[in-house]
């Protein structure tokens, strides 16, 4: 019987940052609203090239390539993704709205959907909000987007850190989307 091993990274099949920019839409954008921790943002640019998100889009205080701290977390994913600075998460989110993105607030509200019943539909484009790690999701940004998500949560805590809520997150919707 053979031994498992790790696979060696040549062996991964991954394609260039110029390949990555080349391969088709997936219809998804993230957005970053006020993400204090530049290694935060890293990770929100590593989990983004992961599952081939077309953009993100980092409002306000978040931090903006180049950054040391930001490329310790991304690993070179921010020369992968494209990215753009916008002075506001209001801002972004209308030009998201006015380019036709169905716009997703990652966070506990009143009428969130629980990330377990939503199941995204092919063919539209989303814009996946995620918020500040201890304010969260502004509330006029939450009361601009379309709809708000919840991951469901067991533990004593409220809330997931930010990176890992949007990895979650994330992948969800590519389990849906390209099922």
Known sequence: MEQDRKL????????????YRALPSSGLVV?????????????????????????VCLCGISAVPPSPELH????GAEDSVAWEHFDSTL???ARLKAEGYTVVSLEQTTKSV???????KKGVRYALVAGNE??????????????????P????????????ALG????????FLDA
Not at 72 to 75: D, V
């Open 8 to 19: 060696l990274n040549i062996e991964l099949g991954r394609v260039t940052a110029e390949e």
């Open 31 to 55: 957005v970053l609203d006020n993400i204090r921790s530049a290694h935060n943002v890293g990770s929100a640019f590593r989990s983004s090239d992961s599952f081939k998100i077309d953009k």
């Open 72 to 75: 310790k977390t991304a690993l």
């Open 91 to 93: 801002e972004a989110v």
């Open 114 to 120: 629980s990330l377990k019943d939503f199941r995204p």
């Open 134 to 151: 201890v304010a969260g999701v502004d509330q006029a940004v939450v009361d601009a987007s379309d709809f708000s998500l919840e991951i």
């Open 153 to 164: 949560q067991f533990g004593t805590k409220h809330s997931l850190n930010v990176s890992v």
């Open 168 to 175: 979650v997150a994330l992948w969800h919707f590519r389990l």
